[in-house]
């Protein structure tokens, strides 16, 4: 059985491994944390946000975090959402966001949950899609330069 609790610094290591190549770093952090590889000092930065770590009966599964993406106390952002990867492909990510989109619902009474998927990352993005987000069309896509290519990022939300 999943469960989250509150990320404890001692999940770093684990969740740091996760990122098997540049690739898979950069579209799981966009760049936010540093340059790859970061190092456990640089994601120290999580902290300050509202961190989340997912675990079962074999140990830390998943991470991801939750932010106010601005003044409206409304809304809360997922962000660095990540799973273990032998643990993929196997609904771990499905049911760590039903938990931490119950969390953003309940708990914290938001109102609509959001985040930001990288178009050249189709697993995450069906993944988001199978839990109840939806496409949103903003007036201007935002757009990365990461390993000299531009990715465009596509926005999903969920209300409650």
Do not use: H
Not at 59 to 71: A, D, K, Y
């Amino acid at each position: 059985m999943l469960g989250i609790r509150p990320y404890k610094p001692e999940d770093c290591q684990s969740i740091l491994s996760w990122c098997v190549d540049e690739k898979a770093f950069y579209q799981w952090s966009a760049g936010v944390l540093g340059n790859y590889p970061i190092t456990p000092t640089e994601f120290d930065f999580v902290e300050k946000l509202m961190p989340f770590t997912a675990f079962d009966e074999t140990g830390i599964v998943g991470f991801f975090t939750l932010r106010q993406p601005g003044e409206n106390a409304d809304e809360l952002r997922f962000g660095f959402v990540i799973v273990k990867p032998d643990m993929r492909g196997k609904g771990y990510g499905k049911e760590m966001l039903r938990l931490g989109i119950k969390f953003a619902f309940e708990v914290y009474k938001a109102k609509r949950v959001s985040l930001g998927v990288f178009e050249n990352n189709p697993s995450a993005y069906y993944c988001y899609k199978s839990v109840g987000f939806n496409d949103i069309v903003p007036d201007v896509t935002e757009t990365y330069s990461i390993l000299g290519e531009e990715w465009k990022c596509k926005e999903l939300s969920l209300e409650n």
